[in-house]
């Protein structure tokens, strides 16, 4: 049975699991969750995923939710091309260089923290993007010195990894709030190759059915 993930175009999270199915070469069919509309709290999708959150993926029979278990569920069910080194150092390297955009930066920038900084603390538009940019840049900080030091190519090594899935999405974001890329040299090396793969392409927000 065909994979069906439940995402919203724009979602960073939505976007690293469409690039995780496209680089497994996995055919998948997409239904939207307008997370503006707040399709994600209606009673059919959390029947789906009790968190209300996006993505899930229905696969196999079951749901999996969470875009780091998704990701890392994929990797096991569809193991080539591989997302992970072979080598045990390797490995834990890039599920740290994944991390720092799954844990550190993006769920500080996702629509329902922006939306509480906004509406509970009263930040302007400018204020919100100052924030925003904050903990961008710490990540990308870290993220720059770990493609400098490991990266040939692509973030780890010279072929897409599961820390590319979570940087481009991360960099396309970073794009919508105007954040200052300039000081990533090496982030933005593996963003204009990116550009250039079928399966980032493929993902990208702007071509999903739901976009605007």
Known sequence: MTPVLHNYWRSGTSYR???ALNLKGVAY???GVDLRAGAQKSDTYLALNPQGLVPALEADGHVFTQSPAILEWIEERWPAPALLPKDP???ADVRAMAAIVACDIHPLNNLRVLKSIKHDLGAD???TKAWTARWIEAGFTALEALIARRGAGWSFGDSPTLADCCLIPQVYSARRFEVDLTPFPHILAVDAR???HAAFQAAHP???PDAD
């Open 17 to 19: 699991t469409r690039i």
């Open 29 to 31: 069919e997409q239904v």
């Open 89 to 91: 150092v390797g490995r």
């Open 125 to 127: 538009e400018a204020q």
């Open 194 to 196: 990116a550009a250039e």
């Open 206 to 208: 702007d071509r999903q």
